[in-house]
C-alpha cells in the first residue's frame, strides 16, 4: 500500500535524524505512532504525515522537524512539500499506474494483503429462537454477519459460520401450546388465544402458524400431545429460517442446537468445574457464580433455587465448547439489549481458564423503517414487519446493502421507498450502475458501431483480443503522462487495499458500502469529464485500462457484501 510506504520512508528518516543528532533530544524511533492522511486542502498533495507530536521530546519545532526528515525522504515514487508540521506527498503517475497494473494482474486477489496473522475465528450472528420468522432487525444481523465472514476470509483469516438454535427453553412448548389452538382452529372449534396481555405472552398468536397447521392436518391426524406439536412447529419454523437465509445470500456452516448442549452433559460439565474451582455458592436456595471476581457489576446466578438453570448457564457452556473446538478467536454479533450479558459472559471464560480477549462481541443497534420521510413503528404495518416481507418489496440487493451501509453500532434508517428507486439518490441503485456503465464501456470498445446514414457497420474500436490483452498483460507505457485527468480515480483505486485492511482489522463492513459509493462518484465523474472511446487509440488503451481497473475493484467490493454486480442495467 502507498500509505505504508510513505510511513515507512517517513520512519527511516526519522531513524536518520536520530543517527545524525538533527532532530534535537529524540534519540530513537521506538515510540513514535504517526498516520497517513489525507491533507484537508488537496493543493498540497495527495497524502500528509503529521509529525507534529515528536515535538516534544525532540524539544524542536514541528516544521523544523520535518525538514530534517524530510532530507532523507529520496525517492522517484512521490515529491515532498513541508507545510508547517506536515509533510505532504504527491505520488508520482508511474506508482499509480504501477497500482493499476496489480489489480489488472491480480483481478478478484487484489486487494488481499500477502501476509497477516492468520486465525481460525467462529463467527455466530443471528441466533435467532426457531418459533417465528425472522424480523427486520434478525435481517440486519445476517447481512453484516455473512459480510464480515466474507470480508474476514478475504483478509485471509480462516472463517467459521455458526447459527446458535435457542430451541432449550420454555419458548418451545409455547410454540406448540400455539400449534395446537391454530389446529384446533382448523377444525372448526370456537377457540381464540387469551385475551388477558398476561396469559397471552404464554403463546405465540402470529398468523405464520396457520399455514404449519394447515400442513400438520395434511400429514397426521390431531393430537393433543404439546411434545409432538412443539416438535414439528420447530422443525417447520427452522426449516423456514433456513430457506430465508440462504435466499439472502447466508451461508451457515453450521446450525448448533442448544438442546443438543444439554442432552451431551456439557451445561452439567460446567457447572462442574465451576464449583470444583471454587467459582460458586449459594444465597437463598440458588446457586451463584462469582462473576464479579472478573469485572462484571455483580454475582450472577446460574441454577436457580427450583433447579433449572438459567439462560447464562447454557451460554457458558456453549462458549467454552466453542473455544475446546480449537478457534483461536470468538466473534459474536448480539443485539444491543444484550450488552450485559458481555461481562458475565467474560468472566466465565476467564474463570475456567481461559482468555477472556478471544471472545469479541459487536453489539448491533436496531432497524427503523422509514416510509414517505416518517417512521413506522414495528407492528403497525402487518406486511412489513419481517425480514421476508421487506425483501419481497426491496429485493436481495438493496435489503443487504441497506444493512450492511452504517456501523453496527448506530441505529438504522431504512427507507423503503428510497432503497426502491433507480436513481443515484439510492446507494446500492448509484454503485450498481458504477459497475453496469463500466462493463457498458468496455462491451462498446469492442462493438461494431452501425451506420445510420448508409447502414453499414463500422470497425470495433479495438479488437476483443486487444482488449484480453490490455486487461492481462499492462503495459505501463500506455499511462505514462496520460494519468492526470484520472488521477483522483487511479488514488481511488489503491485506497482499496488499505480499506480492506481496516476493515477487517475493525470488523466493520460499512466502510466498504462507504468505498464503493465513493469509488463510484468518482468514476461517474471521470466518464462525464472524459471520452472513453476516441480515435487516439493509445490515449483510448489507457482509459479502457482504468475502466477495466474499476469494474474489477468494484466486483470485489460487492462479492465481499454479497452484493450482485449487474452487467446491464
Not at 508540521?85 to 486487494?111: H, P
Not at 483461536?328 to 459472559?345: E, P, S
Request: aromatic residues 8%; negative net charge; charged residues 30%.
Amino acid at each position: 500500500m502507498i500509505k505504508d510506504l510513505l510511513l515507512n520512508d517517513v520512519t527511516k528518516g526519522i531513524i536518520e535524524g536520530c543517527k545524525a543528532g538533527k532532530l534535537g533530544q529524540m534519540e530513537s524511533a521506538e515510540s513514535i505512532s504517526l498516520i497517513v492522511e489525507k491533507p484537508k486542502n488537496p493543493d498540497f498533495g495527495d497524502f500528509a504525515v503529521n509529525i507534529s507530536s515528536l515535538a516534544r521530546e525532540a524539544k524542536m519545532a514541528p516544521p523544523m522537524i520535518a525538514n530534517v526528515i524530510a532530507e532523507y525522504l529520496k525517492s522517484d515514487d512521490y515529491t515532498v512539500s513541508i507545510v508547517g508540521g506536515f509533510i505532504n506527498f504527491k505520488v508520482s503517475d508511474s506508482l499509480l499506474a504501477k497500482n493499476l497494473k496489480e489489480i489488472l494482474d491480480k483481478k478478484s486477489e487484489y486487494g488481499r494483503p500477502e501476509k497477516i496473522n492468520k486465525e481460525k475465528i467462529l463467527l455466530e450472528y443471528v441466533s435467532a429462537n426457531p418459533t417465528g420468522p425472522f424480523h427486520i432487525g434478525h435481517g440486519r444481523w445476517a447481512a453484516m454477519g455473512s459480510a464480515l465472514a466474507n470480508l474476514l476470509k478475504f483478509y485471509g483469516h480462516e472463517v467459521y459460520q455458526e447459527f446458535y438454535i435457542n430451541d432449550a427453553g420454555s419458548q418451545i412448548q409455547k410454540l406448540g401450546n400455539s400449534l395446537k389452538i391454530r389446529i384446533k382452529q382448523e377444525l372448526g372449534e370456537n377457540i381464540d388465544f387469551p385475551a388477558d396481555e398476561v396469559e397471552r405472552k404464554n403463546y405465540y398468536p402470529g398468523d405464520y402458524l396457520i399455514p404449519v397447521a394447515k400442513k400438520f392436518l395434511s400429514e397426521h391426524e390431531p393430537t393433543e400431545d404439546v411434545k409432538i406439536l412443539s416438535d414439528y412447529a420447530k422443525k417447520e419454523m427452522e426449516e423456514k429460517q433456513k430457506e430465508l437465509l440462504e435466499n439472502f445470500r447466508v451461508h451457515f456452516d453450521n446450525f448448533y442446537s442448544e438442546l443438543s448442549l444439554h442432552k451431551s452433559g456439557k451445561v452439567d460439565e460446567c457447572v462442574g468445574k465451576l464449583k470444583t474451582a471454587g467459582k460458586l455458592y449459594e444465597k437463598d436456595g440458588a446457586l451463584w457464580f462469582k462473576s464479579s471476581e472478573y469485572g462484571d457489576d455483580q454475582d450472577r446466578v446460574i441454577k436457580k433455587a427450583d433447579g433449572s438453570n438459567t439462560y447464562l448457564t447454557a451460554d457458558i457452556a456453549y462458549h467454552i465448547d466453542k473455544l475446546q473446538r480449537g478457534f483461536d478467536r470468538l466473534i459474536n454479533i448480539w443485539g444491543a439489549d444484550h450488552h450485559g450479558y458481555v461481562a458475565r459472559v467474560k468472566a466465565s471464560i476467564e474463570a475456567l481458564g481461559y482468555d477472556p480477549n478471544k471472545l469479541e462481541i459487536l453489539l448491533g443497534q436496531l432497524v427503523n423503517l422509514v416510509i414517505n420521510g416518517e417512521e413506522v413503528r414495528m407492528g403497525k404495518r402487518k406486511n412489513m414487519v419481517t425480514l421476508d416481507d421487506l425483501i419481497e418489496e426491496v429485493g436481495v440487493d438493496a435489503t443487504r446493502f441497506w444493512m450492511e451501509m452504517r456501523n453496527i453500532d448506530t441505529t438504522l434508517d431504512f427507507d423503503i421507498e428510497l432503497a426502491k428507486r433507480s436513481t443515484d439518490e439510492n446507494p446500492v441503485f448509484y454503485v450498481q450502475y458504477a459497475y453496469a456503465r463500466a462493463c457498458s464501456i468496455l462491451r462498446n470498445a469492442i462493438s461494431e458501431k452501425l451506420n445510420p446514414d448508409n447502414g453499414e457497420k463500422s470497425p470495433a474500436p479495438m479488437s476483443e483480443t486487444e482488449l484480453e490483452e490490455l486487461k492481462n498483460k499492462f503495459d505501463l507505457s500506455l499511462m505514462e503522462g496520460r494519468v492526470t485527468e484520472g488521477r483522483k480515480l487511479l488514488l481511488k483505486l489503491e485506497e482499496f487495499k488499505s480499506v480492506i485492511t481496516l476493515s477487517a482489522q475493525n470488523r466493520t463492513v460499512y466502510t466498504i458500502c462507504r468505498y464503493v459509493q465513493e469509488l463510484a462518484g468518482e468514476f461517474h465523474s471521470f466518464y462525464n469529464a472524459n471520452r472513453v472511446i476516441s480515435d487516439d487509440k493509445e490515449l483510448m488503451k489507457s482509459r479502457i485500462a482504468l475502466i477495466e481497473g474499476v469494474r474489477q475493484v468494484l466486483a470485489n467490493a460487492l462479492d465481499i457484501l454479497q452484493v450482485t454486480a449487474p452487467e446491464r442495467m
